[in-house]
Structure formats: C-alpha cells, structure tokens
C-alpha cells in the first residue's frame, strides 16, 4: 500500500483486502474481552451456589496462565496449521472449556475449564497482535490498535448483559452454554475468512517450552500464596514465583529461540521499557474485573447485572478514548502516555475509598477512570514497544505485547487474591472483610500505576535523545 493510501486515516484502515482480517481479529478479542466482563458478573453467583470464595482469583489467573502458554504456540502453529485452522483450533478450545464450566459442579471444575478456555484466548488474541504488524503499515497501528480497543465497548453491554440476565434468573450455566455456541461460530468464521493453507517455512526453533513452565510457576507460586496458612509460607511462595520470573528472562535473553524480544525489560531501550509498561498496566488494571462486582453487590446492594456494568464502566473509559485520541500526534501521544498510567491510578485510589462508604455517583466515576487512563496511553505503548524493536526483533516485539499483557492480568489475579485472603477473605466473605478488601485491594494496586508513569518519562526522554526525536 502507498503512503498516501497509507495516510489517509480511518478509511485506510478498511481497504477491502485487510476486511477479512480485521473481521476474525474483532471476532477473536470480542470472545475474550466478553468472556472476562461475562466471568466478572457470574462469578459471585457461582462462588454462591458451589462456593470456593478462598479461591476466587484462581480461575482468572488459570485462564491467564494457560493463555501464556498458547501465546507461545502460536507461531507455530499458524506456521504449521495456517491461520485459519490455527484460529478455528482457538475458537473450538475455547467452547471446550467454556461447556466443562457450564457443567461444573466444584470451584475445582470451574478452575480446570478456565485453563482450558485459556489455551483458547491464548491463540486468539496473540494471533490478533500479530496480524496488526503484519496486515496494516506501522503509520495505522495506532488505529488498528484503536479498533481492536473499540471491541471491547461492544463487550461491555453484551457480556455483563448475558452474564447478569442468567445469573438474576438463578441459572448462571446458561450463561456459559451462549458463550461457546459463540466459539463454535467464530471457528466457521476464521475457517471461512482466513487462509487455512499452512506457511512454506518451518518453525524450526519450536516452543520454549523450559521459559513458559518457568513463568506459569511463578504464576502459581503467587497463587498459592494467596491461599497459604502462615506469613513464612506467604514470603516463600512470594519469593518463589520472582525467582521463578527472573530465571525465566535470564534464560530467554541467552537462547537462540526466544519468547521475547533480546532487549526485553531493558531500562535503556523503548522495546524493554515499553513491555514494563505494558506489565504494569496490565496488574494495575486487573483487580476491578475480580473483585469488583463483589464488591458492588455485597456493600452496594446491586443485582449482578447492575454491578457487571458499573464495573464494565472502567472498559467502556478505555474504549471511548482509544478511539477519540487514536490519531493523536507524537507529541500529545508523549503526554497521554505519563497521563494515562497517573489516571488510573487517581482512579484505584478512588475506588478505594468510596467503595466501602460511597457516594455511588462518585465511585463510578473512579471505577471509569481506572479504564480511562489505560485507554489514553495503551496504543501508544504498544505503538513504541514494536517500532523500537531491534531488526530480527520485529515479530517477537508484536507477540510479546499480547504475552507480557496476560502475564500481568495473570500476576495481578494473583497478587488481588493474596491481599483479599490477607485481609479477611480465607475465612470466609464476612462483610467486615469484604468491607476491608473493598479500600485495600484497589489501593494497593496505585503503586504498579504510579511506576507506569515513571516509565513513560523514560520512554519520552529516550525518545527525544533518538535522532529525529520529540
């Protein structure tokens, strides 16, 4: 495509050949991003009929933790398989773990079919990043971003409705029965739209898989000490999941085959800057989509589908201003990238402390800026992670985007169970402790905000002392 064509904004986006594309890439994060809002509403009904309100957490950070490990596969498998197959093979996953949570009779079922749905996502959405790199020039990744951003405001009113009308009706399963007929049809839809002819060239280096089982441990070890009996055992398990992450990335940066970018977390380049960000962002963000409609429906008095919109609010923020600022030049996108992570983090600091006490009107607008903020600097974030890359880096800075994000939901998950079991939550949801966990688990999380913010400083400077820079 010429520049030109290239530049001439939202149009361009559309040219008929990327339709197809962007068609399944909506498709593939629409199922994700409903499925979190949809799990986000349904999930106090659950703890309520089957009960496990210790392991709350877990099925979110079992779904992220899979999600990893298929992100992973990708590649691969789009190498082998071809797109189309590998996105139908996505999509049909995922309905499997969506019907084992339909019938689950056990929190242990519920955790078991979210790790399934997570193999799922995992291909769906790392395939939608990578398509981005590859399907439109860079000078449209910010609105293909945008695009893929916008989805979710669709997510916000069908997920929490389909998740709220079933759980109000007491039958909560049916919920999950919609959700993979859905599956099933974006499976047609990949098979149809996308080629299902496997690429000429082999993934000869395969799946690290050494580096994933390194980094789902360290998932695991924050997940166990959210539910272990004693502050030593809390520590290890603490000290257990960095150790586990920090082996993982010394191992990556020294292996021919790596998961991510070579300078990946580095303080000095805007690739390892940008995927701190992203990390983050992403831990930041999580806690609201746990804990929120608990919260809500506990303290507040909302039915499940009042309370799965208040908090699909903090989505629809991220959604309206992605959009809005999409085209934003290199100058506002320097500012909305420090702007973005210190609005989330008034917003985690608001939610904090009008959850418990209110007023109602005041607290929906924190839990909106929580989203507001991500959606102002998340485009551009991921924009300068995969410009910066080094050369042979490019794919790997794409991929790694949707990866180190679900890593931090997943970290996130985690750490939000860890401080809601501390503060009351192992024995039981009494209201004192859910009152407690209402001011803390959104107040603790204002700190990964604040240091995004730091990051975007360094981010601007290094972009200023580049040639041709700000």
Known sequence: MTTDAASTGWRALFAPAWIPAIAVMLGGILLHSMNVLMMATVLPSIVGEIGGAVLMSWPTTAYLASSIIAATCTGLLAAALGTGRTFALG????AIGTLVIGFAP??????????????GGGLLSALAYVLVRQVFPSSLWARAFALLSSIWGISVLVGPLVGGVFADSGRWRGAFLAIAALAVSLALLALWTLPRTAKNEAAAAGVPLGR??????????MSLAAV???PPSKAAMIAAAAAAFAVALWTDRRSRSRLLPSDAFSPRTPTGIGL??????SIAYTPMSIFGPLFLQHIHGLSPLAAGYTVATSSMGWTIVSVLIAAAGAVWSSRLIVLGPLTTMLGLLGVGALMPTGPFAALVLAISLIGTGAGFCWAFIAQRTMAGARPGDEDAAAGAVATVQQVGMAFGAAIAGLVANVIGFAGGLQHQAILDAARWVPTSFALAALIVCALGLMLNRIARRAPGGL
């Open 106 to 119: 056990a929190m242990a079922h519920v955790i078991a079919g979210r790790l399934i749905q997570g193999l």
């Open 228 to 230: 272990a009996d004693t």
């Open 212 to 221: 994933v089982a390194l980094i789902c441990l360290a998932i695991a070890a």
């Open 276 to 281: 701190w960000m992203v990390l983050l962002l």
């Open 91 to 94: 999509a049909g996953i995922f």
